[in-house]
């Protein structure tokens, strides 16, 4: 029985990706591993968003086939489809996978398995194999798939493909609780058919889909009798779910369903473009205490010139419409926000301007992001490229913000009454430090006094905080459901 470690980068959509081959694995007998020192077949599921997140994926490859030159290597996800040659070059890499491909995870990790097995040496230790030596080379890979570029004893083995040409979401099961996972991912849409300037991923992700609405109820119903409390909802472009199926489904109505036809707990939402925030979304969460009160809206930028050299499809305006409305409906909700520092040709002017908007909105906190220059993007052959020490001086600005805001946001929080889910936690490390993890719906990370079993729900006072989150005490523990 083969071993596997999953490394997983970037956002939620590729952690229910990462959930989804840790199922697969396992259901094709696959045994998970203690850690990547130890696996046979180390996954690396990762991102492309930014040239930062492929450095750091290259280098968790290397620093893994160093510490485990036994292990096969297989590499997965967005960087995979977007750049796979640059990938199947790495020492200890013997498959390269596009996004197109992920399904076909599971076969090849048996094959170099098996592969492996055949080919130990008599000391017993295992040799790295040549996917192209395991038969996977014609059954398998569309005509389109290609060999790493190098010598002719490259071992890495290429599989991509057409990524607009699928044109379907297919369930991925995900393993939930049995994996150790306390709230489980459902990616119920994938692609986005926006091209933002800065942005590679419709090109990693392909055209947007959706998963039909019959199928999530059915996934949400087994994932809560598997004793999942709190479920995320995501996608590349969640906002846009159902515009492709036959007939048109709107997300407000599917948040409806799942909250009448199933016993969840808490269903939370994740990333959700500004202009999908409909009044009759927020107007939902308002009503029903167990959709979270939580709203994560990239802005990118609170410069219209910069929003419109983005190909951003609103303006600052109606960025703050949104947001107020929220604000208004929940006051106490979380609104959280992606930024981009150092945008070409983003002026010193425009850049006060982001400042400017994002300290008078109630934001409780950013994701900052520098500028990365992605290949084939608009944004990467626009001229007055800002330079990198200046990029680096603007996000700091506004990591100092989005810090002020957290905090902020975090001090009105003082003395309230909450409920919250604890989070996955080593017993004997909590009853020795004290306290348990928890979060609450508005998305407050919370550090409850005691030992606490993972996935339980507490009513907690929030009393005071520390450097890193909330400190509360419990006032009860509640029943599951």
Known sequence: MSTFHIQNFGCRATQADAAAIEWQLRSSGCE???????????????????AAADLQARQAIAAAAKQNPNANIIVTGCYAQRAPEDLAGLPGVACVVGNSHRSEIAGLARGLGEGARQKSHANGDVVPLSALALGIRSAQAPSDSREAAGSLDARA????????????????????????????TLKIQDG??????????????????????????TEVQRLAAADAQEIVLSGINLGSYGRDLS????F?????????????????????????????????AATNGRLAPHFHMPLQSGSDAVLAAMHRWYRAAHYEAHANLIHELLPNAAIGAD???????????????TCDFIARLPFSYLHVFS?????????????????????????????????KKRLAFRARQMGKRIRVLTLETDHEEAAERGWTRAISGNYLDLRVEGSWSANCW????????????????????????
């Open 32 to 50: 998970l591993a203690r850690d990547a020192q130890t696996a046979a077949i180390v996954v690396f599921n990762t991102c492309t968003v930014t």
């Open 157 to 184: 083995k290429i599989l991509t493909g057409d990524i607009f040409a699928l044109d379907t979401v297919t369930l991925a099961p995900i393993a939930g609780r049995e994996a150790g996972h306390t709230r489980p």
């Open 192 to 217: 986005c058919n926006n091209r933002c300037a800065y942005c590679v991923i419709p090109f990693v992700r392909g055209k947007s889909r959706s998963l039909p609405p019959q199928q999530i109820i």
């Open 247 to 250: 007939p048109r489904v709107e």
């Open 252 to 284: 407000a109505d599917l948040l409806r369903r799942i909250l009448e036809e199933t016993d969840l707990a808490r269903l939370r939402v994740s990333s959700i473009e500004p202009m999908d925030v409909t009044r009759e979304l927020v107007e939902l």
């Open 339 to 353: 930024v981009i520092a150092g945008f070409p040709g983003e002026s010193g002017a425009d850049h006060r301007a």
């Open 371 to 403: 500028f990365s220059a992605r290949p084939g993007t608009g944004g990467a052959q626009l001229p007055d490229q800002i330079a990198p020490n200046e990029i680096r001086r603007r996000a700091r600005e506004l990591r100092f913000l989005g810090e």
């Open 458 to 481: 507490l009513d907690v006072e929030v009393t005071h905080s520390d450097e890193a989150r909330a400190i509360a005490k419990p006032c009860a523990t509640l029943p599951h459901s």
